[in-house]
């Protein structure tokens, strides 16, 4: 199984940047169309800058509607919001590698180690696919095959989970069969094999 992370396995709370926005007038949601543009995450993801220099930015992005100090700040407190891991799609995921190899294929930055240790997710994985270490991101196929590679197995015997459709559709056109993901019930679906799933 290929499994993507971040709003499966793990998710943000987006809150203190939705208040901050608030309070200077932006509407929700502001901060993080200009974080996730590509010119603007792409390099990220693909380990070419650091998320200081993400930062950066983000702020120079929000600039013309935002005092700099301001658009620092909304910058700042996008790249250090706090996040959880889902204990019920962890939980699932342990089961699935006591029956499959199980390796994570995300779009990361280079802190993907460090938060997977904070998350105690260190272990959760036979490997993990960081476009950030790889230098391609979903949906990409090279990132895909690399997964496969490492999974040990060809593409045509990958299960492949995300919650991107269009990172689905990249999978699929491989070989790869294909889950998307909005709640544990789509993971429980396909893993109906699994004792207790």
Same mark, same amino acid.
């Given at each position: 199984?290929?499994?993507?992370?971040?709003?499966?396995?793990?998710?943000?709370?987006?809150?203190?940047?939705?208040?901050?926005?608030?309070?200077?007038?932006?509407?929700?949601?502001? &901060?993080?169309?200009?974080?996730?543009?590509?010119?603007?995450?792409?390099?990220?993801?693909?380990?070419?800058? &650091? &998320?200081?220099?993400?930062?950066?930015?983000?702020?120079?992005?929000?600039?013309?509607?935002?005092?700099?100090?301001?658009?620092?700040?909304?910058?700042?407190?996008?790249?250090?919001?706090?996040?959880?891991?889902?204990?019920?799609?962890?939980?699932?995921?342990?089961?699935?590698?006591? *029956?499959?190899?199980?390796?994570?294929?995300?779009?990361?930055?280079?802190?993907?180690?460090?938060?997977?240790?904070?998350?105690?997710?260190?272990?959760?994985?036979?490997?993990?696919?960081?476009?950030?270490?790889?230098?391609?991101?979903?949906?990409?196929?090279?990132?895909?095959?690399?997964?496969?590679?490492?999974?040990? &197995?060809?593409?045509?015997?990958?299960?492949?989970?995300?919650?991107?459709?269009?990172?689905?559709?990249?999978?699929?056109?491989?070989?790869?069969?294909?889950? *998307?993901?909005?709640?544990?019930?789509?993971?429980?679906?396909?893993?109906?094999?699994?004792?207790?799933?």
């Amino acid at each position: 199984m290929l499994c993507d992370l971040d709003n499966v396995i793990r998710f943000y709370d987006m809150a203190p940047v939705a208040e901050l926005e608030r309070a200077v007038g932006l509407a929700v949601g502001t &901060t993080a169309r200009a974080a996730y543009a590509p010119e603007v995450d792409l390099p990220l993801l693909l380990g070419r800058i &650091t &998320t200081r220099e993400w930062v950066d930015s983000i702020a120079s992005a929000l600039s013309d509607r935002v005092p700099p100090a301001r658009a620092r700040e909304l910058g700042q407190a996008f790249a250090d919001a706090p996040f959880r891991a889902d204990d019920v799609v962890v939980e699932l995921l342990r089961r699935v590698r006591g *029956h499959m190899p199980l390796v994570l294929v995300t779009n990361a930055t280079l802190e993907l180690e460090r938060d997977l240790v904070s998350m105690g997710l260190a272990d959760l994985a036979d490997d993990v696919v960081s476009s950030a270490r790889v230098g391609v991101a979903k949906p990409d196929p090279a990132i895909y095959e690399i997964a496969a590679e490492r999974a040990g &197995t060809a593409a045509h015997r990958c299960l492949f989970v995300d919650d991107r459709l269009e990172n689905i559709e990249a999978a699929v056109a491989l070989g790869m069969s294909g889950v *998307h993901y909005r709640t544990p019930a789509d993971l429980r679906e396909v893993l109906h094999f699994l004792p207790g799933a």
